[in-house]
């Protein structure tokens, strides 16, 4: 190419960036956040990321049952990797009624019960879970009752604890609940999504709150990252991890059908 074709290249690409910047979007700006945040946690959480797939390896190894846990919007990432397409088929939903979503009315209601000391001790006592199994609890704050003690509460049944939370709240804001600590001293291992207080990426002239939550985004990507980190984990120790396929490819359900059939006791959300 000439020097003249060069600097024709050049400056289109010039332009072409300048074009991209002068009509930058909402839409760009949140993609970008979130992106920029699920680099962060991929530099900065590896380790526990590693950590907490090779405790769920170690769990099934051992034939304990995988549970999680979140009230709210944090309940999707707790949703997200069960009963998955392409999900690990052990990993059960512990759902707290009227706290799972906001399938309630009115809505504030789960928010309110995520305050109530001592409805998560009434979950344990009436769920499944047993000496060693694992939970994972999702909470954004990691500051109120609920998610606290059904931490605390199972670790002191014989449960390993994976906590998924911000730390930054636990850094620059005080505990609502009665023991007056967080989510992150009742785990064993803890995961950090990088997500600020408030739960808002973007600002706006003329709107007047901040807006743009990607805590969904981010924490239901370092769940799937976990799950795989424990099918490779199990693969790599001999063990066949039990994997669904989709109902809606050619023998998809006849797959999940027979892997179902060979782990009645440890699929829970099949009954």
Not at 13 to 24: G, N, R
Not at 35 to 57: C, D, H, N, S
Not at 87 to 103: E, I, K, R, Y
Request: proline share 5%; hydrophobic share 40%.
């Amino acid at each position: 190419m000439t020097d003249t074709g060069q600097a024709r290249q050049t400056r289109a690409a010039t332009t072409a960036t300048t074009a991209t910047t002068a009509t930058d979007t909402l839409a760009d700006r949140f993609f970008d956040a979130a992106v920029g945040l699920l680099r962060r946690v991929q530099a900065e959480e590896a380790g526990p990321i590693a950590a907490a797939g090779a405790l769920i390896a170690d769990t099934v190894a051992a034939g304990g049952r995988v549970f999680t846990y979140g009230a709210g919007h944090s309940s999707l990432p707790a949703q997200d990797v069960v009963y998955r397409a392409g999900g690990l088929a052990l990993v059960n939903l512990l759902s707290v009624p009227g706290t799972t979503g906001v399938d309630v009315r009115p809505a504030t209601l789960g928010s309110a019960l995520e305050r109530v000391s001592g409805l998560a001790a009434a979950t344990l006592d009436t769920s499944p879970v047993r000496s060693g199994d694992l939970l994972v609890v999702i909470s954004l704050s990691g500051r109120n009752a609920l998610p606290v003690e059904m931490a605390s509460h199972a670790r002191a049944r014989g449960l390993k604890i994976i906590g998924l939370t911000s730390a930054v709240y636990a850094e620059r804001t005080t505990p609502k609940n009665p023991s007056g600590s967080f989510l992150r001293d009742h785990c064993d291992v803890v995961i950090d999504n990088k997500i600020g207080i408030g739960d808002t990426e973007l600002t706006q002239e003329g709107i007047d709150a901040p807006f743009g939550p990607a805590s969904t985004v981010v924490t239901s990507a370092i769940m799937q990252a976990v799950t795989a980190t424990a099918a490779g984990e199990l693969a790599a120790r001999g063990i066949q991890p039990p994997m669904l396929r989709s109902g809606n490819v050619e023998g998809g359900r006849e797959w999940n059908a027979r892997v179902c059939a060979e782990h009645p006791d440890h699929i829970l959300w099949q009954r």
